[in-house]
């Protein structure tokens, strides 16, 4: 029998981007998996007039509410109007600010955008970002000494994506791509400063993302190679010998998230927290 989902109306209303309402809101969501969230997102809301727009919508699509919006007075003004429209609304800052203030016995500065703030942060993990897209996929091998993390690995083992979190936390990550019987590049075997982390998984998870990648038509590829198990379990075995010749730790990340193995090379390296 075919699986219908009912739909509901979520309402995510923030004064800055949204991002924290979105993870919250989807990852409860993906709990009650009968049920699919129409996302309606207002970001960047910090005034009376843009709030009436806001709550006119509400009104036409009644659902749930969530909000971040640390101006007292529009809190208040959108939780008295979600209670006369019947309409549920959580404030997602309010428990947790109120934990903060009892515990440190100090008055939050309720500051429009905090977390986005253009401070030595802010250009650190850009600086991060850009390093690490100029040195995806074995780009610019002589720079590996100024990287923070190198991340090594056979074809479709996440080393992107991952390098593109650790950046995003202000991690400067190289990643390069391990191939059978071809040597690593002197210049990483040199380094001295950056933690080297191989990326590996199982064969069955390599063969099945492989298989649905989209390729391109590189002159002599050959895909059967590319998705056989046996082919993939000695790229492995030979990915696992680099690091157990070199003592680079390896991570597993088959039933990992990208989240996940980020926190796990963080944890290697506790200077990266």
Same mark, same amino acid.
């Given at each position: 029998?075919?699986?219908?989902?009912?739909?509901?109306?979520?309402?995510?209303?923030? !004064?800055?981007?949204?991002?924290?309402?979105?993870?919250?809101?989807?990852?409860? +969501?993906?709990?009650?998996?009968?049920?699919?969230?129409?996302?309606?997102?207002?970001?960047?809301?910090? +005034?009376?007039?843009?709030?009436?727009?806001?709550?006119?919508?509400? !009104?036409?699509?009644?659902?749930?509410?969530?909000?971040?919006? %640390?101006?007292?007075?529009?809190?208040?003004?959108? @939780?008295?109007?979600?209670?006369?429209?019947? *309409?549920?609304?959580?404030?997602?800052?309010?428990? %947790?600010?109120? *934990?903060?203030?009892?515990?440190?016995?100090?008055?939050?500065?309720?500051?429009?955008?905090?977390?986005?703030?253009?401070?030595? $942060?802010?250009?650190?993990?850009?600086?991060?970002?850009?390093?690490?897209? @100029?040195?995806? @996929?074995?780009?610019?091998?002589? $720079?590996?000494?100024?990287?923070?993390?190198?991340?090594?690995?056979? +074809?479709?083992?996440?080393?992107?994506? *991952?390098?593109?979190?650790?950046?995003?936390?202000?991690?400067?990550?190289?990643?390069?791509?391990?191939?059978?019987?071809?040597?690593?590049? !002197?210049?990483?075997?040199?380094? /001295?400063?950056?933690?080297? %982390?191989?990326?590996?998984? /199982?064969? @069955?998870?390599?063969?099945?993302?492989?298989?649905?990648?989209?390729?391109?038509?590189?002159?002599?590829?050959?895909?059967?190679?590319? *998705?056989?198990?046996?082919?993939?379990?000695?790229?492995?075995?030979?990915?696992? +010998?680099?690091?157990?010749?070199?003592?680079?730790?390896?991570?597993?990340?088959?039933?990992?998230?990208?989240?996940?193995?980020?926190?796990?090379? %963080?944890?290697?390296?506790?200077?990266?927290?």
């Amino acid at each position: 029998m075919e699986n219908r989902k009912n739909y509901f109306h979520l309402h995510l209303i923030s !004064d800055s981007t949204g991002e924290t309402l979105m993870s919250a809101g989807r990852a409860v +969501s993906a709990q009650f998996q009968a049920y699919a969230a129409i996302e309606h997102i207002y970001p960047l809301i910090r +005034s009376r007039r843009q709030l009436a727009s806001v709550l006119e919508s509400i !009104d036409r699509e009644p659902g749930i509410v969530l909000y971040t919006i %640390v101006d007292e007075e529009l809190a208040r003004l959108l @939780d008295l109007r979600c209670r006369d429209l019947g *309409t549920p609304c959580v404030n997602l800052l309010e428990p %947790v600010m109120t *934990t903060f203030q009892t515990y440190l016995g100090s008055p939050s500065r309720r500051r429009v955008g905090a977390q986005h703030a253009l401070d030595a $942060d802010y250009f650190a993990r850009m600086e991060a970002l850009n390093f690490t897209m @100029d040195h995806d @996929d074995g780009q610019l091998p002589e $720079d590996y000494d100024q990287a923070d993390v190198v991340l090594i690995g056979i +074809s479709r083992t996440s080393k992107t994506p *991952t390098s593109i979190y650790l950046a995003n936390r202000g991690i400067k990550t190289a990643n390069l791509p391990v191939v059978l019987g071809m040597e690593l590049p !002197d210049s990483l075997l040199k380094a /001295t400063r950056p933690l080297i %982390v191989g990326l590996i998984a /199982t064969s @069955d998870r390599i063969a099945q993302v492989r298989e649905n990648r989209e390729l391109g038509v590189t002159q002599g590829f050959d895909r059967r190679d590319y *998705t056989d198990r046996a082919n993939i379990q000695e790229e492995l075995k030979y990915a696992r +010998s680099l690091c157990a010749r070199h003592g680079w730790p390896l991570i597993d990340v088959t039933r990992r998230s990208i989240e996940e193995t980020a926190a796990a090379i %963080v944890a290697l390296r506790p200077r990266l927290r």
